[in-house]
């Protein structure tokens, strides 16, 4: 049940996202960190480096580090394989790391 939450939730928003509605007000939501508590302000930092990501590392590294899911696990989910999965960890940590850089956290 869970899964198919996060399937539907997640398509819900790719479709919000291409959507002509979308295009046209050019609705960007900048406090997406709330949906994520925090305890403190560098946390806050790295959650707001986060939510730089283009969403197909954000959808992984959320699922995997603030879910719980395994590699096996989000490959399900999103219904890709086991290895874009990890290629996407991966490239998602570094892309997270050089905006962490930049910003100075």
Not at 35 to 62: G, M, P, Q
Not at 85 to 96: A, F, I, S
């Amino acid at each position: 049940m869970k899964r198919w939450c996060i399937r539907v939730t997640i398509n819900k928003c790719k479709n919000l996202r291409l959507s002509s509605w979308h295009r046209k007000i050019n609705f960007i939501t900048e406090k997406d960190e709330n949906t994520i508590s925090c305890r403190n302000e560098d946390t806050n930092d790295i959650i707001a480096s986060l939510f730089k990501l283009s969403s197909k590392y954000r959808i992984v590294i959320i699922l995997h580090y603030y879910n719980g899911y395994k590699v096996k696990e989000i490959a399900s989910i999103l219904k890709i394989k086991e290895s874009l999965v990890k290629t996407r960890l991966k490239r998602g940590r570094e892309k997270l790391q050089e905006i962490i850089k930049k910003e100075n956290i």
